[in-house]
């Protein structure tokens, strides 16, 4: 936001001093929250803007939801102070920290990154049209095909998975665009196929539904396992039959995990508020709520915890303490 560094620069100085002696602004400003979310066709956003509402009604704190690329901008707004709280894929997470596995984190560490709580399986939807003669992810090649938003965790999926099945960047046309903008390409056949990473139903899909006969590209068998093999915070998931309009079978995937992040930067005040109040109030959500539970907090966790985190929570039980994804331990959708 507007002023967050001279802000916390500001509350460093002051330290003992506490706030008593801060103006009304300072107060508000102190007490104001910027949320990065992701595309508005997504999940994200929608989910961000009820934590918003019950973080608001409970708290002493105001939350601003900015609508953004997803994973890998939000992670680059907490790390610049931009933002104070994101949601982002638990795998994009360890790539950041551990200064891996994408070009934008390559010898750029973001040692300050903190997980606050995993919330749900991210399923990999591959969404084509009807009659596009697209029936495995090996036909995806020589196509037009648009894997999210560019620099998204959806983009490094889509880019994941289809070289694990021999498909690089070269060997396509890519675009690169929101959920929403992808299922107008589809809808006016600028694209063959789109990568869209969410929980289901993810409400682009839900609209392109309404108005044209969809189909998804599996991901299952052998295929699925040299994926996993390749890249292990990739979990087993399923869509059910009757997720979108005209799908009246399963459709086998993978999924990664949402998580919400934030920074050691961030004050123990404002992350166990922030905290408690949505993990104590889930039966308000509409959104994912059957899968955001204090039992699952800390499934697939891929980074260290914030320490007030840790106090709600206890330490993280994936494998290193927080400092893997927890490869295939998501348990994805079956778990419905």
Do not use: C
Not at 23 to 35: E, H, K, V
Not at 142 to 158: F, P, R, W, Y
Not at 188 to 199: L, S, T
């Amino acid at each position: 936001m507007v002023g967050e560094l001279n802000r916390r620069t500001f509350v460093k100085a002051a330290g003992a001093v506490g706030l008593l002696g801060l103006s009304g602004d300072a107060l508000a400003q102190q007490r104001r929250l910027t949320w990065f979310a992701g595309g508005t066709g997504g999940t994200y956003f929608p989910l961000s803007n009820q934590f918003k509402t019950i973080i608001e009604n409970n708290t002493e704190y105001t939350v601003q939801v900015q609508s953004t690329g997803a994973s890998v901008e939000n992670v680059g707004g907490l790390a610049q102070g931009n933002a104070d709280f994101a949601l982002i894929q638990n795998d994009v997470a360890y790539f950041a920290y551990n200064g891996s596995g994408i070009e934008e984190f390559q010898g750029n560490a973001i040692k300050s990154l903190r997980g606050v709580a995993t919330l749900y399986p991210e399923t990999i939807h591959i969404v084509t049209l009807q009659g596009s003669n697209i029936n495995r992810l090996q036909d995806l090649q020589g196509k037009t095909i648009n894997t999210g938003d560019l620099g998204s965790g959806t983009q490094v999926n889509a880019l994941q998975i289809l070289e694990a099945v021999g498909i690089q960047q070269n060997d396509f046309t890519e675009q690169n665009t929101s959920f929403s903008q992808a299922a107008d390409q589809l809808r006016n056949g600028d694209i063959d196929a789109a990568f869209v990473v969410g929980g289901w139903p993810v409400g682009a899909i839900e609209e392109l539904a309404t108005t044209n006969n969809i189909a998804f590209v599996e991901i299952s068998g052998q295929t699925r396992q040299n994926i996993k093999d390749q890249a292990s915070w990739f979990a087993d998931d399923r869509i059910p039959p009757g997720t979108y309009s005209g799908q009246n079978e399963p459709v086998q995937t993978v999924a990664v995990r949402a998580m919400i992040a934030t920074t050691q930067d961030q004050s123990n005040q404002s992350v166990r508020a922030v905290t408690q109040s949505i993990f104590n109030n889930t039966g308000q959500l509409s959104i994912k709520k059957q899968f955001i539970s204090r039992e699952n907090a800390l499934d697939g966790m891929s980074i260290p915890l914030h320490p007030a985190a840790r106090e709600i929570f206890g330490p993280a039980t994936t494998q290193g303490g927080g400092n893997q994804t927890g490869g295939n331990q998501t348990g994805g959708n079956n778990s419905s």
